[in-house]
């Protein structure tokens, strides 16, 4: 598997990328480097190496021994090696950057995001490790019945940057709407009430542009996580570059286009019926006849998207915590303990009845 390390020209530091300054820096000599320059020193790079074929056949052949085990699922075990430390780790095989275990060097796994598999964009974090703390500590608020270190310095430090991956698509449509609109009064007369229904044919049509419907590019069992981060602002997508992951974790997609074309189009199919919908002003109850579309133009497009997250062991069970790495949004359950519960219920239980026994005996 062909990995890259992104190294500071000035000290051959590793380089990080800083979603609050938009940067890369190093943490040895303190450089800091535009987006653009370090893709530039990496084409550069990439010009005086050859490519690896040693890491891609091995990767190669550890496919095949997951097939021959009789693994179905494109998520195998793969090792790498460390090209700062020479090490050898085992990722999944959807894992596209990492951060070395032995020297903590950011490592990304470019062979993994090339050919079919290399993304259109990237939503580079904005949210520092810092802020997404920030954002996870106020989602636990003042809960009582958290268990006992859940907001600990341990377990915030579980908190990992990583990229995720979405199909996005837009979409232009004719549109074809015909519907019964009713107009209801109701008023009162002496002990008798009236209503009266007004009933009409209400017809609408045109073009629909409908933009940005995304679905989750990864099996997983997380759907609701990776769906509920959302939404994003793609006006400030960039071009794909392999440099912004560095720093970060990263997974490649495992779900082609025709795996979520369905459940985008059905989205786009009650989308453009909305929009129309939305059009039939004025009456009180609108109830579709018939919906007819065609699609004109069609796009798809494969992103990363940044997610702060962690998962939480609780009894037996993984408890997925996410925020969306640019805006802050947060996404959990959190977890109850019961023990706790039960006996804040049970003193209050006691309370109850020794204020009921009290005020019992003022009657006597």
Known sequence: MATMSYKCPNCDGPLKFDPGKQLFFCEYCFGEFTPDKVQEMNEQKEQRETYDEREVNRAEKQKEEAKAQGVESDDY?????CPSCGAEIVTSSTTAATTCFYCYNPVVLGSRLSGDFNPDRVVPFELTKENATERFLAMCGKKWFLPKGFTGKQQVQKLNGVYFPYWYADEEKTAHLTATGKKIRTWRSGNKEYTETKIYHVVRGGNVIINNVFE?????????????????????????????LSGFQAEKRDLDKKDVEPTIEKKMHDYAEQVLKNTMEGYDVIETESFNEKTDLSAYTYNLMPVWMMTYKFNGELLPFAINGQTGKAYGQLPVNKGKLAAVSAAVAV???????LGGMLFL
């Open 77 to 81: 075990p793969v090792s790498y090696t």
């Open 216 to 244: 989750r590019a990864l099996k997983s069992e997380s759907r609701d996580m990776l769906q509920s981060v959302h939404p994003y602002d793609l006006t400030k997508a960039k071009p794909f570059a392999m440099s912004y």
């Open 351 to 357: 309370i109850i009845f020794i204020i009921g026994v």
